[in-house]
């Protein structure tokens, strides 16, 4: 069974610019998480999907970070424009169902760094 | 607010050493609790759980922890240490009626000298 798939893995960029990460979850999770993880810390929750609603992204920097999951399969998280202090990794996370019984299956994660 | 605490943010064992790695939650309500290893160069992946029942649990490659409900404790165990087991590891609490926000610790960075 194939894991959850990010990319890119890497990305460098300067500040203002825009940027982009994609995640295929594992086939037959619905619901798909996106975390932030910043150096010498854990993982902390941006945006929660069930299917293709957002239905907790109560942590999403709204000003500059989107995200969709068009079609409640793979998902796409946005910067614009990024700053300095978006410099983290950004981890996407699946599970079956929702739910705190439901273990999360992570990807590798992208790392961002922001010039 | 939720939050996990880690004590131990780096440590540093001769293989076949005892491990313990603490970690405190604080929240009123029944949880979940999780621990996550991270190997280098790996993604997260999930340690040992626990939901309910005896609270001492076992996991994989020879862990265990002890959820001690009166003190808000989940601590993670290994009798014997391995150069393998180099890795940060995470404890995470869900509580049991949410719908699965992980909250994460800081981690712990576990270094294991051969």
């Known amino acids: 069974e194939a894991g959850v798939v990010q990319s890119p893995r890497y990305k460098i960029i300067e500040k203002k610019q825009p940027v982009a990460f994609w995640c295929n979850p594992i086939s037959g999770h619905n619901t798909l998480y996106w975390y932030l993880q910043n150096l010498g810390q854990g993982p902390e929750l941006l945006i929660r999907?069930?299917?293709?609603?957002?239905?907790?992204d109560s942590q999403l920097p709204k000003d500059r970070f989107s995200a969709e999951r068009l079609k409640g399969v793979d998902s796409t998280l946005k910067i614009q424009p990024a700053e300095l202090g978006d410099s983290a990794v950004y981890l996407c996370?699946?599970?079956?169902?929702?739910?705190?019984?439901?273990?999360?299956?992570f990807g590798p994660g992208t790392r961002l760094t922001v010039l | 607010a939720q939050s996990v605490s880690q004590h131990n943010h780096h440590v540093i064992l001769s293989e076949a050493a005892s491990l313990e790695l603490g970690c405190n939650y604080s929240y009123g309500g029944t949880v979940n609790l999780f621990w996550y290893v991270q190997y280098p160069g790996q993604h997260l992946q999930l340690l040992l759980k626990?939901?309910?029942?005896?609270?001492l649990v076992k996991g994989i490659k020879g862990f265990e922890a002890e959820f001690i409900k009166s003190k808000f404790s989940f601590n993670l165990r290994k009798p014997s240490v391995q150069w393998s087991d180099t890795a940060e590891y995470f404890c995470?609490?869900?509580?049991?009626?949410?719908?699965?926000?992980?909250?994460f610790g800081q981690g712990t960075t576990l270094q294991v000298k051969p």
């Open positions: 995470a609490v869900t509580p049991s009626s949410n719908t699965g926000k992980l909250i």
């Open positions: 996370a699946s599970s079956k169902l929702a739910g705190g019984y439901n273990e999360q299956f």
């Open positions: 999907y069930e299917n293709e609603e957002a239905v907790d």
């Open positions: 626990y939901f309910s029942g005896d609270p």
